[in-house]
């Protein structure tokens, strides 16, 4: 089972800042990787596919990169309703598609 | 407008059985994969395991493999999700998912609105 590691747990910073989210996978997952931002009470949301697609309807504030087993999220400059909790999930062929702890987003 | 229903939050003791449901609307039901996600507050959110609708192949995670059985009923465009024998560590959030694409490693864009499973003697 592969094994995604993100970092930090926790980020605080400011709106109008720029956040760069980690996600470390324990074995390549060549470029299938995704992003998900959860709000308290809500499902996640698909944010970005195949480490650098964004989904239509998401800010262009948004981006991805990365390929194998070395990820980042950016969000180039925060808005309020960024903050949130983002994971990252691995969609290899063969399954479990495994996510990560989580790295949640707060207002410094 | 895509949408997935899911089924109201249950209470059940150990041991008991139970099935939740999912109802997709607003697409061809049979063309894209129903995948289902648990979330617990200690251990995340994990990836269950998913079904060709237009088949019933599924797939499920070797953690879950056994214990939990997804399925589904095309004359209804309804998914399910079903425990024979219910664990306390049952006790979640489930998540049905529909993938953006029509292949099955694609990701999951459409979430259903959640069902809370409580299982406590």
């Known amino acids: 089972e592969i094994v995604l590691t993100q970092s930090p747990a926790t980020l605080s910073l400011s709106p109008g800042e720029r956040a760069t989210l980690s996600c470390r996978a324990s074995?390549?997952?060549?470029?299938?990787l995704a992003w998900y931002q959860q709000k308290p009470g809500q499902a996640p949301r698909l944010l970005i596919y195949?480490?650098?697609n964004r989904v239509t309807g998401i800010p262009a504030r948004f981006s991805g990169s990365g390929s194998g087993t070395d990820f980042t999220l950016t969000i180039s400059s925060l808005e309020p309703e960024d903050f949130a909790v983002y994971y990252c999930?691995?969609?290899?062929?063969?399954?479990?598609?495994?996510f990560g702890q989580g790295t949640k987003l707060e207002i410094k | 407008e895509v949408q997935l229903v899911q089924s109201g939050a249950e209470v059940k003791k150990p041991g008991e059985s139970l099935r939740i449901s999912c109802k997709g609307s607003?697409?061809?039901?049979?063309?894209?994969?129903i995948s289902w996600v648990r979330q617990t507050p200690g251990k995340g959110l994990e990836w269950m395991g998913k079904i060709d609708p237009s088949d019933s192949y599924s797939n499920y995670s070797p953690s879950l493999q056994g214990h939990v059985t997804i399925s589904v009923d095309k004359s209804t465009s309804t998914a399910y999700l079903q425990w024979s024998s219910l664990k306390a560590s049952d006790s979640a959030t489930y998540y049905c998912?529909?993938?953006?694409?029509?292949?099955?490693?694609?990701?999951?864009?459409?979430w259903g609105q959640g069902t809370l499973v409580t299982v406590s003697s």
């Open positions: 074995q390549s997952v060549s470029s299938y």
């Open positions: 998912t529909r993938s953006l694409f029509e292949y099955s490693s694609s990701p999951d864009l459409y």
């Open positions: 999930q691995q969609r290899t062929n063969w399954p479990p598609y495994t």
């Open positions: 607003g697409y061809n039901f049979t063309s894209y994969w």
């Open positions: 195949d480490a650098s």
